[in-house]
């Protein structure tokens, strides 16, 4: 055990390390520059009125914009936090799973770490509410093994302000968390499970924060159509909306995570061999083995895609083919889970999916969306892949 904390400690104190160089040595780009100067100082005098209702963003990076050391000090926590509590939603006390979740922290995808680590402004919306999530996720985590929420009633308080902070942030991951806690609240009374005073504080907390954010005058001038920088289409939305998915989603939300893609591959063709290849009980093997070679197919797509970026000569009908690749490897992805044999095991990967598309509803449907939007969906993806990889020891 000494040992194994041992190792614990060295890989976080690597990861702390990395990030913390990062934070330090990457300058400031775009918008850090407004919000370290009087554009920002003005912004904080009207508390961000017709601005946004990301409160504690905008004052995280206000203060983050002024402190270097301070920045890069908050960067390496607030990452090595997201790593830790990451692996301890498995409850296998493994080094791997720890080693495996900080590379892909580390080696995430470009866009990703130019937009939410390396930018200042990028971090301080799309970083701390997905730490904020993953720690209510670890929290309830009971709740996947149809268990009761195990958190002391003395914590009522503290659940009920990280309700509050986590809608502070950003839009998308605000709506998500409160539909997760409504959603636990249904199921542990579909379920018969007793209900944890914190679910209800966390579920208050949600509300009031999402409150405090949607009350900004911001979101009013977006809806009708004359927000500087914002809009929601108010006609052709299913087109929009398409077209939004070919030009922007698909390949943020799943092509370019190509390691992660990779580790899900060689674990599914493991769990195919275990599990599937070796019953022959099982019914619809074809689709099973159909599946199973769309995921392969498509993971060894993305890492050619990556070595040879430029090939999309023709980039509409390669966006055409890539979006409608993605969409079905996504269907092969949740039909083949359906063949593995321990419903546990389903049920979290298909939770960690639901949430992975819940997370991206709205994205569909606002615009600008830029990679750094995807953040909090990556961290989701990294669980669904530890998740395979702690299966396969």
Known sequence: ?????????????????????????????????????????????????????????????????????????????????ITNFVSKIIDKKNITILLIVSLLMVLLPQPLFRQAIAWTSGFTNYVPPILFTII?????????????????????????????????FMEHVTIYIVCLSIVSLIYCFIKKIKINPNQISFLIGNIAGAFIMFQNEAYHHVLKGDDFYREVPKDGLILQSIKRYFYTI?????????LILIIITICLVFLFYKFIYKNKEVKHMKIAISSLGIIIFYSIYSLIAEFFPNWEIFELI?????????????????VFIFFLPKKDLKKKLYFFLGSIILMTGPLLVVSPVTPRCFYPMYILWIIFTILLVNECF
Do not use: Q
């Open 1 to 81: 055990m000494m040992k194994k904390n041992y190792k614990k400690i060295i890989l976080l104190s690597v990861v702390f390390i990395f990030f913390l160089v990062v934070g330090y040595l990457f300058p400031y780009t775009n918008d850090d520059w407004a919000w370290a100067s009087h554009i920002g100082a003005n912004r904080f005098e009207n508390f961000f009125e017709n601005y946004n209702g990301r409160y504690l963003g905008n004052l995280l990076v206000l203060l983050l914009t002024r402190h270097r050391i301070l920045r890069a000090l908050v960067i390496a926590v607030f990452l090595t936090l």
């Open 136 to 168: 209510w996720i670890y929290l309830t985590k009971n709740l996947l093994d149809d268990k009761k929420v195990d958190i002391s009633k003395w914590w009522i308080l503290p659940t009920l302000l990280l309700g509050i902070c986590t809608c502070l």
């Open 250 to 258: 698909y390949d943020n939300l799943i092509m370019n995570n190509t």
């Open 318 to 334: 390669f966006k055409a083919a890539e979006g409608l690749l993605t969409a079905i490897y996504f269907v092969a992805l949740v």
